[in-house]
């Protein structure tokens, strides 16, 4: 039971690239998140999805997008880095009801 | 939108020593959780607190839900050496589209053995 699946671990980009950050579950939780962590600031929340084919902004969404097509699967998406964006990215699932979230071990990206 | 007040920010203890660390909040939560996050992890959840009030224990931790469900608090007792990390409060109503989590800052904390 591999629990919430975080790739890649570490990714370094230029200002302008894109890329997409990967977060898979293998529990069959309806609740997939998004958060950032900065230095600080504690976790926030940028986006979330309460099933397949519905996500919502949290509360950073600015220069990230989200799809949930499958149960499984909640890819986060930036369409063009900037450094701002340096932090780094949980993913975290939960099950309908249920009382707390499972995070992954997070992506450390650095825009440079 | 909502805020999660956590202090202190940081603490330096010996070990064996006990530990406390509180959460406050503008307004009101029907569930607080605590969390720990190690190094290069991603956070733990280490006790649920669902009931105004509410005292629960796990091991050498004890966590209560405030009365006026706008806090909460989390004790160590007899700290040792792997109880350091950072450790969130966090913040959580259910229903439409509040089953999302609210977090502190975060209390980091360092044993010293």
């Known amino acids: 039971n591999a629990g919430v699946t975080q790739t890649p671990k570490f990714q370094v980009l230029k200002t302008g690239q894109s890329m997409t950050l990967q977060c898979a579950q293998d529990?069959?939780?309806?609740?997939m998140s998004w958060y950032r962590q900065d230095p600080g600031m504690g976790l926030r929340l940028i986006h979330y999805?309460?099933?397949?084919?519905?996500?919502d902004q949290g509360e950073v969404p600015n220069g990230y997008n989200v799809s949930r097509s499958t149960t499984e699967d909640f890819p986060l998406r930036l369409l063009s880095a900037a450094p701002s964006q340096t932090s780094v990215y949980f993913c975290?699932?939960?099950?309908?009801?249920?009382?707390?979230?499972?995070f992954g071990s997070g992506t450390r990206l650095t825009v440079v | 939108g909502q805020q999660l007040n956590q202090s202190p920010q940081s603490m330096f203890i010996q070990e064996g020593e006990d530990v406390s660390m509180n959460c406050t909040s503008s307004?009101?939560?029907?569930?607080w959780l605590w969390y720990k996050q190690d190094p290069g992890e991603g956070p733990v959840l280490l006790i649920a607190?669902?009931?105004?009030?509410e005292l629960t224990s796990n091991g050498r931790l004890t966590a209560q839900f405030g009365i006026t469900r706008k806090d909460s608090f989390l004790n160590i007792s007899a700290s040792i050496p792997s109880d350091v990390g950072i450790y969130f409060c966090?913040?959580?109503?259910?229903?439409?589209?509040?089953?999302?989590?609210?977090f502190g800052k975060g209390t980091k904390l360092s044993v010293k053995p």
């Open positions: 975290a699932s939960r099950v309908k009801g249920g009382l707390g979230y499972t």
């Open positions: 529990m069959n939780h309806e609740y």
């Open positions: 999805s309460v099933g397949a084919g519905i996500t």
């Open positions: 307004s009101i939560f029907n569930t």
């Open positions: 607190l669902y009931k105004a009030g």
């Open positions: 966090a913040g959580l109503n259910y229903g439409g589209s509040q089953g999302n989590l609210i």
